[in-house]
């Protein structure tokens, strides 16, 4: 019977066989494809709770970077107006004055530091060859610039202390009696005092008027206040005759707003002046 059972049957023990191997195999295949989605469900849920420590960590490092730049704005500002006050201070108020029948310079004045200016540079009948040394290398921009234009512009005058000016003065009254001894004299002779003026000649004109005419005089005309000088008594200004030759120095700024607006220094009210004095030197 048992027998009979295995010949009936004969073959299916190996299917049999067959059967449960590829069973086995099946399940250990989905097996580990479930142990595979469960590790990656894992490794998802862990990075998703990494993510959001990550997302607060930034967050946190965000607000501690808002802080850190708002301090460094507030710091930058004290630095900036403690330098902004510090170079006002450097600053000397006297370079920006407007000189007037009620306000002149002190005799005793003298610029904070002189520099020579170079021979090249000077008319050869020069006696004053000093300038105040923050200015004097924006004057050899604009003299160098020019000389590459082919004009010839020399300093015929430059820094005058007191004394010199008081012989000048007192040689002038000798030669044309009182008529030189006006409040103007005194205007122009501040000016130079100062040490940021120079008196411009062109070609061969000196210290004169016609140097009007001169291709270096229309130059000057357009160009001087990028290097920082205006024309202190241009063509029918209210305070002094025509001075064609004498430049002074006011810095880049205010030059530039005078030429660009058509403005004239004097004609500018003094508080709106002194608010060029912290970029006198930019
Ligand atoms: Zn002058």
């Not at 460094?72 to 006297?94: H, P, R």
């Not at 291709?215 to 000088?229: P, R, S, T, V």
């Amino acid at each position: 019977m048992v027998r009979k059972f295995y010949e009936r049957f004969d073959g299916w023990p190996v299917a049999a066989i067959g059967v449960a191997v590829f069973v086995g195999v099946a399940y250990g295949a989905y097996y580990t494809y479930a142990n595979l989605l469960r590790e990656k469900a894992g490794l998802l849920s862990k990075l998703e709770t990494e993510r959001e420590v990550n997302y607060g960590l930034l967050l946190r490092v965000r607000e501690k970077e808002g802080i850190i730049n708002s301090f460094q704005g507030q710091i930058n500002e004290i630095f900036g107006t403690v330098g902004t006050l510090e170079k006002l201070a450097a600053t000397d108020e006297e370079l920006l004055k407007k000189y007037s029948r009620v306000y002149f310079l002190n005799e005793n004045y003298t610029p904070s530091k002189l520099e020579d200016i170079e021979e090249k540079y000077l008319v050869e009948t020069a006696s004053n060859y000093q300038l105040h040394a923050d200015v004097y290398p924006q004057l050899v921009r604009l003299l160098d610039a020019s000389a590459k234009e082919g004009l010839d512009i020399k300093v015929a005058s430059a820094y005058r202390s007191f004394g010199t000016q008081s012989a000048l003065k007192s040689a002038y009254s000798f030669t044309y009696g009182s008529g030189a001894n006006t409040f103007s004299a005194d205007q122009g002779y501040s000016e130079h005092q100062l040490g940021t003026t120079v008196d411009f000649s062109a070609g061969e004109t000196g210290i004169s008027g016609t140097i009007v005419s001169t291709k270096e005089y229309k130059w000057l005309k357009d160009n001087a206040h990028n290097y920082g000088f205006i024309l202190s008594y241009p063509e029918n200004n209210a305070y002094y005759k025509f001075e064609p030759w004498h430049w002074r120095y006011v810095g880049r700024a205010l030059a530039s707003r005078l030429h660009d607006e058509g403005k004239h220094f004097y004609d500018l009210d003094q508080r709106i002046i002194d608010t060029y004095l912290i970029k006198l030197f930019d």
